[in-house]
């Protein structure tokens, strides 16, 4: 190795003599592990920090294999590694912002058309405050600021959590036996203000997510983390004593919850009276509200 190997030719009046007129007016030059190189401001220096990392479900005719790059437009993604269904992938540009340019709203597979103008408003709950999820928790999709502020002026308390609701709620059931099926895994994070505030209180849960989140906080003490608790009839309930929620998918998880917290054969029935009544189904539809004795 030659010191000579590391020359190359600068000019003069390239050399900086005074600072740039504030310190984050400096340019900077990307070189990303791929070798391509991005002409950028200083300031986009948080936005490449940091994990660029996220678990994706991917759609191609050849699984991609761990190790190798895909290309979207001008976004390169490199698989890192499978897990299940889902693949761990990172990204060549900050992924807030490719998904605000090139995302769509996540509509739930039963639903038929393209997502839409409104969507974007309505399959979203009005107190949703933190990026996450990859689904609405769509029994909040009833609410809107003048019906929240109703319950309030009936001295009802309100306390919000935080659910990441993820890819696996779309997943069926794949096995015979319901025992032996393994729960997709959530984050959730609960205030220790909240729980003070619920305690003893005849709890209301708006969504089966945040009777999940609850319920594993009754069952653990954990206030954050992943949940993989899975309610099927037979499950004994320590918190949640009503619960709102949409009309569930036909053999689906949420449906076996449904049935633990009201009974099997009641909201069977329930279901059979909604059908009969033409309610509306699944992410967009009517809600349902079961109590427990």
């Known amino acids: 190795m030659l010191v000579s190997d590391f020359d190359y030719a600068l000019p003069p009046g390239l050399i900086a003599q005074h600072p740039p007129p504030r310190r984050r007016a400096s340019r900077l030059l990307h070189l990303d592990a791929a070798g391509r190189l991005r002409d950028l401001e200083f300031a ?4 490449l920090l940091g994990p660029r990392e996220a678990l994706a479900l991917i759609r191609a005719s050849h699984p991609p294999q761990a190790g190798s790059e895909l290309f979207v437009e001008s976004i390169a993604l ?21 998904l605000e340019r090139h995302g769509a709203v996540p509509l739930p597979p039963y639903i038929t058309h393209a997502p839409q103008a409104e969507d974007a408003e ?5 107190y949703a405050a933190r990026p996450g999820a990859v689904a609405a928790p769509t029994a909040g999709l009833h609410f809107d600021d003048s019906l929240l502020q109703e319950i309030l002026d009936r ?4 306390e919000k959590i935080t659910l990441h609701v993820g890819a696996g709620t779309f997943q069926p059931v794949r096995v015979e036996e319901v025992e032996k099926h393994r ?4 984050v959730f994070s609960i205030s220790r203000k909240t729980i003070d505030a619920i305690r003893d209180k005849r709890i209301l849960a708006v969504g089966t997510t945040s009777l999940r989140a609850l319920e594993t906080h009754a069952l653990t003490g ?3 983390g992943e949940t993989d608790l899975f309610v099927y009839p037979g499950f004994q309930f320590k918190m949640v004593n009503r619960l709102l929620t949409n009309f ?3 053999k689906s998880t949420l449906l076996m919850l449904a049935c633990a917290f009201g009974g099997k054969e009641r909201v069977l029935s329930a279901y059979h009276h909604a059908v009969q009544n033409k309610y509306r189904f699944f992410s967009y539809g009517d809600a349902m509200l079961i109590e427990r004795g």
Do not use: N, W
């Open 122 to 126: 309505r399959y979203q709950t009005v």
């Open 78 to 98: 490199k698989i890192v590694a499978r897990h299940g269904d889902l693949y761990q992938v990172s990204f060549s540009q900050d992924l807030e912002a490719i």
């Open 44 to 47: 986009a220096l948080p936005g």
């Open 248 to 250: 569930h998918l036909p």
């Open 183 to 186: 729960m997709h895994k959530e």
């Open 155 to 158: 001295k009802a308390i309100i």
């Open 222 to 224: 954990s206030l954050e």
